[in-house]
């Protein structure tokens, strides 16, 4: 399992409409990836700390096709883009998992 996750800074006043607008833009790009396994988008509940999308792929190699994908470039010019003022993206390998 590859692990990619983007934590999102958004001010307090454009919370309401980045909501809305990047949960519209995950439904409407990400169904159908190839090897995506799951994508959330996680709003923190301490402050400063930013949400976090988390999209979970197979394998380094769906990642790196989704990146050169349509789905990849329609999710990062959706008509009604969400505010984010700055994001800092970490990929991880799954290393265990306990269900």
């Given amino acids: 399992m590859f692990v990619v996750a983007n ?3 958004v001010t307090p006043e454009n919370r309401e409409v980045f909501e ?3 949960t519209a833009s995950m439904r409407g790009t ?3 990836v190839a090897g995506l396994v799951a ?3 996680l709003r923190p509940q301490e402050s400063g700390r930013g949400y976090l999308s988390i999209l979970e792929f197979s394998d380094a190699a769906a990642y790196s096709a989704f ?3 349509e789905a990849f470039r329609a999710a990062h010019t959706w008509p009604d883009h969400a505010p984010i003022d700055s994001n800092r993206l970490t990929t991880y390998e799954l ?3 306990i269900r």
């Fill in 67 to 69: 990146l050169g994908s």
């Fill in 7 to 9: 934590e999102l800074f």
């Fill in 20 to 22: 809305r607008n990047f």
């Fill in 39 to 41: 994508a959330r988008l």
């Fill in 95 to 97: 290393e265990a998992e």
């Fill in 30 to 32: 990400l169904p159908g």
